[in-house]
Structures are given as C-alpha cells and as structure tokens.
C-alpha cells in the first residue's frame, strides 16, 4: 500500500470490483457469507467516496484473516436481553457481518418495542458506520451506529491517545433517493484519513488535526501519532460516551484495550459496536413523518448559502452524489489502492477486473 | 436584566434561592408542582456555574407566565406508544416540568424493556439539559436529552439561521460524587452565552463564534445575529439530528418554527424535547459497570496533561466541583441576575434572601 504510486487512477464497475473483493476474501478461507458482507461493506465506502475505509484496507483485512486475529468462520450468537435490548459476540470475526447482524436485531426488537438497542462484543474493525445506519434507513428506521476504536485521539487537556477515533452515524429515511446520514468521528479527523491519505500524498496536514510524540500539535503526518477531538471539549466528551456505549455497556472494553489493526495480525482487536433502531412508525404515520423531513430539506435548501458554497447540503448528500455517479460510471481507485489490490490477486491467483473506463 | 449593573455580586444559599424563585414563580399563579421544578431547574444550573441558564431567565418566564405563552397549570399527558416508547404532551407548560415527566417515563420503560425513548411536544424551554441526564444518572442509568430551540445557528454553507442550538447531554452513572455529564450545545457556543455573558460584559467574542446579519463572521456580540455549528458539517449534522427527534419524530415541529423566549411573551415556543434512558442492569451487572467506569476514569486522569492544563478533567467534573463548592458557601449571582431578581421581589411583594457571604 506505501509503495511506488507508478499505476494510474483507474475505474472498476462495482459489482465486478464487490465479486473480486469476495473472491480474494473466500481465496484466504473466510467464509461466504462474511466474504460477502466485508465486500459489501468495503465497496460501499469507496462507493460514496469514503476510499480511507474502502477496498485499500483488504490487504490488512487479508494479514488479519491468514494470521488468524480475524476469526474467517466465526459463530456469531445474538442474547436478548429484554424487549428492546439485546448483546451480539462476534466471535473476533469482521466487524462488517456482527454489525449487521446487531443492526438486524435492533431492527427486530424495534417492531413490537418501538426501539432496539444492541452491544456488540469481541468485535474488529467494521469500515464505515454509515453503511449499517443507511441499511435501518432504508427499512423505515432512525438507524443508529457507533463504535470504539484503538487509542490514537488525545483526551481535552491530554498529551497522549486515550480514545480512539469513535464514529457516530445517525441515518433518517426520506422521500429522496438517499436518506439524511451523519457519519463522524469524534475526533478532529479520522486517524485513517491522515494514514491513508495525507500520507499517500504526502501533503503537509492543516495544524489543528494532530500531535507528534510529544502531544505537540504537528503538521507533518509521519509524525503524527494522534488526532484531537472536535472542538475540544465537546469532542473529546462524544468520544467517552461512545466508549462507554461500546465498550463499557457491552463488556468488550473501551478504547485503551482495543488492538490495531495495523499491527499483531494474529490478536483479535476486540472492540465493540453499538447499533440502535427507533420504529418511526411507532412514533407517527411513517409517511407523515418523510413528509415533514421532505419540507425540511426543502426549507434547508432554501437558506441562501453563504460565498463560496453553490447551496447547502445534507448531511451524507456528497456521499449519496458520488454513490449514484460511481454506480453508472465504476469506483475511481487510486495508485496505492489498486496496487495493493493487484498484490493481492497474484498472491491469490484471482483475476484482477478490467478498467471499465476504458 | 440589561440595565446599570451597579450592585456587587452576591452569593446566596442555593435552598434560600430555590425557595425564593418558587416564591415569586407562585405569586404569578404557577402550581405549586411547577413552581417546585422550574426553581429547582434554575437554581441547579447556576449551582453548576452554567449561569446563562439560571435564574438570570426568571423574568423572561415570569414574563411568558404573565402575557399566557407558558402555561402555569398545564396538564401534562403521557401516551404509551410500545414497551419502549412514550410522548408526552407538555399542555404548553414549562419545559422543566414536561421533561421531567419524560425523563420518568422513560426510566419507567427502560426498567422493563431496557430502555425508554420518549418524545415531548408542544413544550417550552427546559433550561439545561443535563439536570435530566444527571437525574437519570442518579437512578443508575445512562440518560439522553435533547431539545430543539429557535432558529439562531447557521447551516454548513448557508448565510442565514435555520436550526436551534439544539444541546444534546448524555449522563453516565460512576461510583464517583457525580456522573461522568456531557452537555453541548451543537454550534460552536449556546446564543445564551452570547446573550448573556458577552454582552454583559461588553466585550468582544471569538470571530469563530457567530456572523451578523449578512452571514459574514463577526467579534462584536451586539451584531452577532446567529452562531455557527461546531467543526462545520460536524456540529451542522448533529444540530440536524437534534431536530429529527425532537422536532420531527415528535411532531412538535423542527427549529424554524420554534417561537423565541425573549419576544412575543404571549406565545408558546412549541418545542420538542427527547429524552432516553438506558437500563444498566439489563446489559450488565450494575456494580460491575460501575467499576469498569471507574478504571476508566483512573486510567483517563493518568494521562499526562499538556503545558497548560494541571490535570485531565471528565466532562462535568468542573460543573460538579463547582456544585459542591456552591452547596457550601451559596450561589454566587453576578450583578445583572442580582437587579433582575431584586425587581421581581418588588413586583411580587416577595422578601429578597440575605447574602449569604455577609
């Protein structure tokens, strides 16, 4: 993934890019159904352009799978705990198919009580939160997501990582071809984002992101080793409640215990997921309910924007933009990306898809 | 409240002070029930130091009382929705009584079903929302509130307000005096804190805070005209997520038809507000919980704090020592609160407490 960058930006039609991904995910033993879901969920990232969670981490996905600190086959069992609460173990499997399975659940428990509220234990790396919120949206749910991460994100008034990066995604079903999504770490930025793309391109990064060693602020990503949370206090305290909520209300531990990804291939990483469901239809008439969010977004878009910006967007709305345009034209990857991939269809001996925008 | 602000801050003991702002709250014909929470909302707020949200804001309710906007005898309905889910209707009283109602219920559910999520509407403001979450917190359980305001914050890319601050607090209970309390405000800082303090104080506010009347960023509080959402897009989604539950799922209305609290005295606000509560014990042993967060903390304050900062702090920490500290030695109420009160002593013919410092 650091190497050369010599190959062009090129375009993968999405299913072919998903099938290959799976192939590769099967070739390394995980199996079909988790090949599927991990493909799924990695191809949907680069698909709304979120690439520092897409397909460019399938080769670190591979080291964890074949050195066994993913678990390829894992049982994953769903305990109901009370009517709208329930706990998923993973069983160190990807993150992607117990996230799911705990989105499911909550989805479940949210028909007869009108909320469903999941932890899920012995977890990894799940890709985007927004993936599993945007799924509860399409099924007529406020979707909710979180997760923990490993330490890389300074507490307010700290000089080294405590917490991890800690996402929120809160999706809401409308009347448009995408629903409203907030997807955020809690951080200033993701730790991601400064790995994967700062460095690729090895650009110098706004100071207000990171610090170095020290607990300095810093505007050389090599020397980053950890972010700071948004606006400070604020931040840093959504940080904590999504500890809490991930890796203390579920028992998987909070972000201090949780293992790289990068790093000790054959250890689980043992995080924790959080994933809500609201019925709307418990609430209110469903399609009352998208009609007053349509007259929202209609009156948002209405607010003159301010210089510099064409109008004002949705939260997720970029996202939902470049999702369409990629479907119709093929997922853009870049150099590092794609060498990586093609990496991985030698050691494989998988067929690497052709550039579809040839 | 503006005036000459010529009388030295004084401090009274906050019971004194509570049953003053009962007193006066009374004798403008508020049920006793009612009186007894907006009093203690207020008092509560200023023990935590979070002045702009006190008892300076007695008069403009009194005003609200007085011209019908907020109802001084509502009743105040409860519907069951689900084993999960309630809303409660406010009947146009004051917010501090409705969510309390919601926060109840809410914990009434959650002791079944492992969690209560319940809406509020046709409600007024309800000060802060961290005397909720605290309140559930207390009852050992992790609590929610939210609550849309008045258009005063600007959209991501928009010149002009749209949505409210709308704060989002979340309380989690610890073996420690208080709970581990965040409460923000989604923009950059609450229009109170403008309203209140800079403006109080005349002097000049941060250019990141708000913008004046044609969207442009300014320093002088006196044109400040809306605020800015917290870290751009960030802060935007939230305040968006803010009005989904309590404007949109409630049905009470998203921020932009919001009424004001400092105009049109004969008017209801016609809030929503959202209050959650999650039952510790259904996911885990409570004491257990407890002590993982208490580790949590001890590994948190290890931490080493950057130049500049003598410890880390827990979110609410300083709003707690701040409480204690009060408890002992009385409320301390800055000249401008000091005159509002005293006017309404004369107005109410009720005796004004002693300064408690003396």
Known sequence: MVGGDTEPAIRIDDDELSRFVEQILRAGDVADKHAERVAEGLVRADLRGISSHGVARLEVYMKKFEAGGFNPNPEITTTPLSDAAAVVDADDGPGQSAARVGMDTAMELAADAGAGMVTVTNSNHFGTAAGYTEYAAENEHIGIAMTNVGPDVIPFGGAAPFLGTNPISISVPTNREFPITLDMATSVVAMGKIQEVARREDTDIPSEWAVDADGEPTTDPHDAVAV?????????GLGIMVDVFCGLLSGAGPSPTVGPLYDEFD??????????????????????????VDDYINQLKAVEPRDGFDEVMLPGEIE??????????GVELQPGAVESL????EQYDVSFPDDSSN
């Open 320 to 329: 939902a933009e470049k999702l369409r345009e990629q479907r119709e034209s």
């Open 342 to 345: 093609r990496s991985l269809a």
């Open 267 to 292: 250890e689980p990483m043992r995080l924790g997921h959080f994933l809500g469901a609201i019925d709307i239809e418990t609430f209110r008439d469903v399609e009352e309910f998208k009609q007053d």
């Open 228 to 236: 700071r949370p948004l606006g400070g206090p604020k931040g840093y």
